[in-house]
């Protein structure tokens, strides 16, 4: 699993994080992973699953929760600029630069 956060009020690539220092591997029952981030007030959440070599992944009970400060953050900060070419991308499309957060999000839908 990874998790991406795009920080477009900075024009940057905030946190991230792919499970590596903590991966799911071979045969297993159900695991539980966490991703703990900050989500900057214009971000969009870029998440998906990485799967090497043959097989299958199950997910089931996700969910995006508010957690207090004192809960340690899992992704790294990254503050990389977003690449000229998606700046120009977004100059071209306005419509996909988020003017508020998301209220809710219902994965059952």
């Keep these: ?21 903590r991966p799911v591997t071979g045969n297993s029952d159900w695991q539980k992973c966490e991703i703990v981030f900050d989500v900057p007030e214009k971000a969009v959440v870029a ?5 090497e070599g043959t097989g299958k992944i199950w997910v089931d009970n996700v969910s995006l929760e508010i957690v207090p400060d004192s809960v340690n953050k899992t992704a790294q900060f990254l503050d990389q600029p977003f690449p000229e070419q998606y700046i120009e991308q977004l100059k071209q499309h306005p419509q996909e630069f988020p003017e508020k957060p998301a209220e809710s999000l219902d994965f059952e839908e």
């Design 1 to 21: 699993m990874w998790i991406r956060v795009n920080d477009f009020g900075n024009q940057i690539s905030a946190d991230f994080d792919n499970l590596m220092d």
């Design 47 to 51: 998440l998906g699953f990485i799967l």
